[in-house]
T-cell receptor, first 113, second 111 residues
């Protein structure tokens, strides 16, 4: 596709359940990033994948959060035992080689009830 | 204290006004500076970018970086109602690193 695709666009889940959020980056983009945007907050970095290198997980807020990227393309962010404070918009971005060429998806709006 | 500070606004201006948006930062190692525009329920889109200090102009938009003051600005001339959005500053230490974002400034341009 022409852009970064994220699914689902909206997700409502019960506290304690696990959720999986998907990101399809732009074809050929080797770098992929996950960010979280809470109400009234800027984007908070979560995790970064670059090619075949080990991911930079330094932004993950707890061990309930994990992410993988299969075949250097699609990525899945998993949140286990969701809490109400996990409610936010989760944004994915991909980048080729241009230092400024981050392209964002429209995000997944997660609501934990 | 966050590494990047940005006044969240909201900022309301009449159509045609000059808008000034600013961010300050604490990490002197930042070299790559960007401004993103985000419409409601959409992802951020890149608006302007600069490397290190200096000015850059693109149409109605001008980005300025003052590394000595750790201060960056975005100016919008002849503002339009379609400019109404949230503007996020972002910066990184090295090319391709994760971006550090400000909280964003909400801008409303009224006809």
């Amino acid at each position: 596709g022409a852009g970064v695709s994220q699914s689902p666009s909206n997700k409502v889940t019960e506290k304690g359940k696990d959720v999986e959020l998907r990101c399809d980056p732009i074809s050929g983009h080797t770098a992929l990033y996950w960010y979280r945007q809470s109400l009234g907050q800027g984007l908070e970095f979560l995790i970064y994948f670059q090619g075949n290198s080990a991911p930079d997980k330094s932004g993950l807020p707890s061990d309930r959060f994990s992410a993988e990227r299969t075949g250097g393309s699609v990525s899945t962010l998993t949140i286990q035992r969701t809490q109400q404070e996990d409610s936010a918009v989760y944004l994915c971005a991909s980048r080729r080689s241009d230092p400024y060429g981050y392209t964002f998806g429209s995000g997944t709006r997660l609501t934990v009830v | 204290q966050k590494e990047v500070e940005q006044d969240p606004g909201p900022l309301s201006v009449p159509e045609g006004a000059i808008v000034s948006l600013n961010c300050t930062y604490s990490n002197s190692a930042f070299q790559y500076f960007m401004w993103y525009r985000q419409y409601s329920r959409k992802g951020p889109e890149l608006l302007m970018y600069t490397y290190s200090s200096g000015n850059k102009e693109d149409g109605r938009f001008t980005a300025q970086v003052d590394k000595s003051s750790k201060y960056i600005s975005l100016f919008i001339r002849d503002s339009q109602p379609s400019d109404s959005a949230t503007y996020l500053c972002a910066m990184s230490v090295n090319s391709g690193y994760a971006l550090n974002f400000g909280k964003g400034t909400s801008l409303l341009v009224t006809p």
